[in-house]
């Protein structure tokens, strides 16, 4: 089966790409390559791959393809808020297109990474469901992503299968790491600095899960059958997967032996939710098998660490965190107003990124 996986060259894609290969998929990539240089370790990318911008895909790009893997966007609020109206020409007016242009060009199954954030701000006494709880997206990604979710499965058919899987905060390593994601941060904090200053009380919750575990849920939309997840979303993370911030500095502050905790408690911190992954635990359970739980992932990332001999610049500057890359191919010249890749510059990118 020809899989297409567009942001193949982000975080979650460096991932999910070699994962899909072992398991024998014939896998293409689709990206804008914002973040092709972003690499802290080697890494084999010999796959077919088409660099180009998401809203310029063609039905000839799609040739062949016959399942989605839907990953590429601005990837979380930080970058939604930097420029709010091209987060909803990418990440919802780009994504609907894509979905109909696919839906034309034959592709039989359509998986959407989708986003917690539309929940926004909850009641923490009941844990958050698919269908019932209410949304209420506050930020230009959330509303993004929210609207483009709802669309998509309106074009769901016997031949289309549409599903979107929400996944909770991701953490864990990757070729193509990211620093502003909250586990990854605090450990990559504690590593670099031996320490870790939560500006909270640290009782604040947040659903977290480890970036194999999410591939492992797309990977399930994909050989699913169609009638448990077509049309259909699924919250993606593990049995008691939700945490305090608390909880989830104390786990760094183990991965880090030394390091030092403190909270200051001098913000409060309104963005708090638990989720229900009931759903995905029981309906997909022959197919999504989560096997990562914070302590795991925070070794996994200390070992990639020290393999890499990780310094606190890396883990501030633009190379791991996605906002920073972002303005720095903006100032350089790198992308246009719209943020697409500059064709002049097309051949010195690597540079740029």
């Not at 500006?199 to 849920?217: E, F, N």
């Amino acid at each position: 089966m020809k899989i297409m996986v567009t942001g193949d060259q982000g975080y979650i894609g460096s991932v999910l790409v070699p994962t899909l290969l072992e398991k024998s998929y014939d896998v293409v990539g689709f990206d804008s390559g914002y973040f092709s240089g972003n690499l802290l370790m080697d890494y084999s990318d010999s796959y077919p791959k088409i660099t180009k911008d998401l809203r310029d895909i063609s039905v000839e790009d799609l040739e062949g393809v016959e399942g989605i893997i839907h990953l590429a966007g601005l990837s979380n609020d930080p970058l939604g808020e930097f420029s709010p109206k091209l987060t909803q020409d990418i990440n919802y007016s780009g994504t609907i297109r894509f979905a109909k242009m696919a839906k034309e060009a034959g592709v039989s199954r359509f998986v959407y990474a989708s986003s917690q954030s539309m929940y926004g701000i909850s009641n923490t006494d009941t844990e958050l469901d698919e269908d019932d709880s209410e949304k209420n997206p506050v930020t230009a990604y959330a509303i993004a992503k929210w609207d483009a979710e709802q669309e998509l499965h309106t074009m769901t058919s016997q031949d289309f299968v549409v599903t979107s899987f929400r996944p909770s905060t991701v953490f864990g390593a990757s070729p193509r790491l990211r620093c502003d994601i909250v586990y990854n941060n605090l450990v990559s904090c504690a590593y670099t600095t031996g320490k870790i200053e939560i500006m909270s009380d640290g009782t604040p919750w947040r659903p977290i899960i480890h970036v194999q575990d999410v591939c492992s849920a797309f990977i399930s939309g994909i050989e699913a059958p169609a009638s448990i997840v077509s049309g259909r979303a699924f919250n993606v993370g593990i049995q008691d997967g939700n945490y305090t911030v608390r909880d989830i500095a104390e786990a760094a502050q183990r991965a880090v032996p030394g390091s030092e905790l403190v909270f200051t408690g001098e913000h409060t911190d309104p963005r708090t939710y638990r989720v229900s992954f009931k759903r995905i635990l029981t309906e997909l359970k022959g197919y999504y098998k989560p096997e990562w739980d914070l302590d795991r992932g925070g070794k996994e990332l200390t070992t990639l660490f020290d393999k890499i001999h990780f310094k606190e610049d890396q883990f501030r500057g633009r190379n791991t965190i996605r906002l920073k890359q972002l303005q720095y191919l903006k100032e350089t010249s790198c992308l246009d107003d719209s943020f697409r890749v500059q064709v002049s510059i097309f051949f010195i990118f690597q540079e740029c990124s």
